[in-house]
């Protein structure tokens, strides 16, 4: 982050999700480069230790709902909608009040937190909001009906501000990851490989980079580079864009 087109010197970021996995390493390169950032997450011991690491402010909100959602800050130049949850199923077993919930805190709650930001961003005329979407935002897989649907959501939200904020100076974008290397996901090969009968490095080439090109999980730290890229004055015409970080799955 020594890099001085990627210094954040004066600017507030406000990450989403950000106690644990991918959010968490976006604080901290959002940190490192200099920004001042407000972590929210779900749980509270991890939004306060993130924040103390990263010298931040620490929101525990349930993203779900909008009222708690609103009582976030509006003076935000950076905005990383990250915070999201899986749920598995086939379609008529879904529950239908989780496929709520995941429409609320992975589309509308990015939603509630851009209109709120913008203004802010339009009176500096500079802004810069990443959406965390995914490989699933592109491509579909059988059973997850409210990731894919609420990622394809998240993807048109942001071609929309897009073309909206083009003219104030800010950019909205999407990175797309494959299977990113996180609690969640370690627990996900755990539950895998013992469904399976596998060893966890079978489930990993096997069941969850079967239609990737690299065989191996990505970190949760490149991620968050390209994160801190994006925020960078080199990425000012860069806006509306989706960039796979997929390992070549989107690529076959």
Partial sequence: ????????????????????????????????????VHVVDLH???AEQTAAEVGGWA?????????AVDELPREVDILVNNAGFQHVAALPDFPPETFNRMQQVMVT????????????????RWGRIVHISSVHGLRASPFKAGYVAAKHGLEGLSKVVALEAAEHGVTSNCVNPGYVDTPLVRDQIADQAAAHG???????????????????????????????????????????????????????
Wanted: with cysteine.
């Fill in 59 to 67: 929101h525990v909100v349930d993203l779900a709902d909008p009222a």
């Fill in 1 to 36: 982050m020594g890099d001085n087109r990627l210094a954040l010197d004066g600017r507030v970021a406000l990450v989403t999700g950000a106690g644990s996995g991918i959010g968490q390493a976006c604080a901290r390169a959002l940190a490192a480069a200099g920004a001042k």
């Fill in 109 to 124: 709650a990015p939603f509630l937190l851009t209109r709120k930001v913008l203004p802010h961003m339009f009176s500096r």
């Fill in 198 to 252: 596998l060893a966890e490095s079978e489930v990993v080439e096997q069941v969850l980079l079967s239609r990737a090109a690299l065989k191996r999980l990505i970190d949760a730290d490149r991620v968050a580079a390209l994160v801190c890229w994006l925020c960078g004055d080199h990425a000012a015409h860069l806006t509306g864009a989706s960039i796979p970080m997929d390992g070549g799955w989107t690529a076959a």
């Fill in 44 to 46: 509270g011991a991890a």
